[in-house]
């Protein structure tokens, strides 16, 4: 616990109304989007100036308290969750768009921007912004750096990381670097920006963001493919990679997942069905015909029982905004939702679903399945109820397999909801041992004292 002597240092350092000690407060912010953690901090402050956090980061290494950074909390491997002897430091309120530089192609914003507000402000100019996290219109730009979140549009676009030119860091010491900048080339010294995207939470707290920006593509194609078979659209995925086709997105839903989001959302999916691809290519119009013909055929030959080509931008806005609802659609049908977040190289796909369908058979339990699958990222998400103890230790093992398994195929434990503390303990599967001490190493040499979100990707010690 934090003592109340230090804790009135800390209020006195952020504004009035920006430090919350109540008991409500805390709830509010014991917990993100990951099931089954949670934890109560000692306060939570809203700092308004770089010069503030730069000061709450002094006191903490003279004080030893910890300090946990969050966005809006919808991270899903517990990185905003307060750890012991605590403040949670709530970036949201730094909310604003601070330049859209038309001449560079690159925008600065605060990181407390949310992601489809930066999206519809671009657009407005002609550009395009394509990180599109399933949590878009919720989750903060800073959020999406520290977890190098993907998206719908990660198969053409990749993720945020290939979108971050500039970061303004307060490092653990409390002091303030910037790093990048909006020349196209600069190979000076290490490459800290890199390092920092992904990291966490756990490195710094991001006050101001460069993000690179594209012109916005002219016109886009959205498809859905049905087939009885998943293993058909897994080779379907592979398929239209195969020809050459790079969709903006290649969309994965079996058959629990849409039975869900046909019950939430009523847009007309057939239920029967064994799994769904929603598929979409932009581009110059003619280029986009062409592909969106080539994406047809490649269903048709491997089994799909119909394809369906939206007519109308809002009906595509609406198929994709069904996709988007996948997690909640299922959260709905039982009181815990546990959503993983595997990634295989894209010709593993449909050995992967195999795998997880017999591994779900093994352990009696219920997982839906959907995900980026133009990017071999899978979420098998399991519906079921922490309060069944029994079950829950199932789940558990059917996870620890799932994750061996995938990483046997040449995959990863996550593809973009990072480690936090929710998969620490499986990292050594994916990166062995030295590459987890190398990382402490990196870790004490910037916050020796660990004082940054401490526990977060792997233990400190
Ligand atoms: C319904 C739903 C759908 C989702 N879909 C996707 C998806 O398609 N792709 C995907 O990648 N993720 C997805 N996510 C996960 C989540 O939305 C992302 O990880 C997102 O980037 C988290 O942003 P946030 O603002 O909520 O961050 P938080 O959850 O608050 O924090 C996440 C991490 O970032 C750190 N952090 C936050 N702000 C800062 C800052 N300013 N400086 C330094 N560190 C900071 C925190 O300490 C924590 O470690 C989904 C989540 C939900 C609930």
Redesign the pocket.
């Known amino acids: 616990m934090i003592n109340s002597s230090v804790l009135s240092q800390i209020k006195t350092i952020v504004d009035n109304g920006k430090f919350l000690t109540s008991q409500e407060d805390k709830i509010s912010y014991s917990y993100?989007?990951t099931p089954l953690l949670e934890f109560f901090p000692d306060a939570i402050v809203k700092p308004t100036t770089t010069e503030q956090l730069s000061r709450l980061f002094k006191l903490a290494n003279k004080e030893r308290f910890n300090i946990?950074?969050?966005?809006?909390?919808?991270?899903?491997s517990g990185?905003?969750i307060p750890v012991e002897n605590c403040i949670v430091v709530d970036?949201?309120g730094?909310n604003k768009i601070l330049e859209i530089d038309q001449e560079n192609l690159t925008a600065w914003v605060e990181?407390?921007v949310i992601t489809e507000q930066l999206h519809k402000e671009v657009e407005k100019l002609g550009l395009f912004y394509p990180p599109d996290?399933?949590?878009m219109s919720?989750?903060?730009i800073?959020?999406?750096?520290?977890?190098n979140?993907?998206?719908?549009r990660g198969l053409k676009y990749g993720?945020t990381k290939n979108y971050i030119m500039g970061l303004e860091v307060v490092l653990p010491s409390g002091e303030i670097i910037q790093c990048g900048g909006k020349t196209m080339k600069d190979v000076a010294g290490y490459n800290l920006k890199d390092l920092f995207i992904g990291?966490?939470?756990?490195l710094?707290?991001?006050?101001k963001i460069l993000l690179k920006l594209i012109p916005k593509p002219q016109t886009s194609k959205t498809m859905l493919a049905f087939f009885n078979s998943p293993i058909d659209a897994g080779k379907t995925v592979s398929a239209i990679i195969a020809n050459k086709i790079i969709p903006a997105t290649v969309e994965f839903l079996d058959n629990v997942t849409i039975r869900s989001v046909e019950e939430y959302a009523k847009i007309g999916l057939p239920t029967d069905i064994a799994s769904l691809l929603l598929l979409e290519v932009d581009g110059h119009p003619n280029v986009v015909e062409d592909e969106a013909a080539k994406v047809v055929e490649c269903c048709k030959a491997n089994n799909s029982i119909e394809v369906r080509t939206a007519k109308t931008q809002e009906e595509a806005l609406k198929l994709k905004a069904a996709r988007?609802a996948a997690?909640?659609a299922l959260a709905r049908a039982k009181p815990t939702t546990i959503l993983e977040d595997i990634t295989v190289p894209r010709s593993e796909i449909a050995v992967m679903l195999q795998k997880i369908d017999a591994i779900s058979k093994k352990y009696n339990i219920l997982i839906g399945t959907f995900g980026?699958a133009g990017d071999g990222n899978l979420h098998p998400t399991c519906l079921t109820d922490e309060r069944n103890k029994e079950e829950i230790s199932r789940v558990e093992k059917a996870y620890a397999e799932i994750f061996e398994e995938a990483v046997k195929l040449g995959g990863t434990i996550t593809g973009?909801?990072?480690t936090?503390l929710a998969k620490r303990k499986f990292l050594h599967l994916v990166t062995g041992q030295t590459s987890i001490d190398v990382m402490r190493s990196i870790k004490k040499a910037i916050d020796p004292n660990g004082i940054l979100?401490p526990g977060?990707v792997f233990t400190i010690s």
């Open positions: 993100d989007g946990v950074p969050r966005g809006s909390g919808t991270g899903l990185g905003s970036m949201s730094w990181p407390g996290p399933g949590s919720i989750c903060t800073g959020g999406n750096v520290a977890e979140s993907g998206g719908l993720v990291s966490e939470g756990t710094g707290i991001f006050t988007r997690l909640s980026h973009e909801h990072g936090g979100n977060k």
